[in-house]
């Protein structure tokens, strides 16, 4: 399993093999091949939805959510959702 996914303003962004970026505000979805495109400048995201959506759904489980519509919007949204996953106090949810 990649490593757990990372916040960077309202971008998340969840690399494997390619990079998945959704954008909590936008509710957008993108990917890209960081080695052959490391500025990602182009989205592969229109022509490998089904990457996108095995992404999708790898970057859902790891948070525990059932759709992208849980995301968090907000960076107190965001906070209380990895609180409650361990990534703040230790408790919560295994790693």
Do not use: C, I, K, Q
């Not at 091949?33 to 229109?46: H, I, K, M, Q, V």
Request: charged share 35%.
């Amino acid at each position: 399993m990649p490593p757990n996914p990372t916040r960077e303003g309202d971008v998340y962004r969840w690399r494997g093999r390619l990079l998945y970026r959704f954008h909590a505000t936008y509710r957008d979805e993108r990917l890209f091949d960081p080695r052959a495109d490391p500025y990602e400048t182009r989205d592969l995201a229109p022509e490998r939805g089904g990457e996108v959506a095995r992404m999708r759904a790898a970057f859902l489980a790891r948070l525990r959510l059932r759709s992208l519509d849980e995301v968090p919007r907000s960076m107190e949204e965001w906070l209380r959702l990895a609180d409650g996953l361990g990534y703040l106090s230790g408790g919560g949810a295994d790693r």
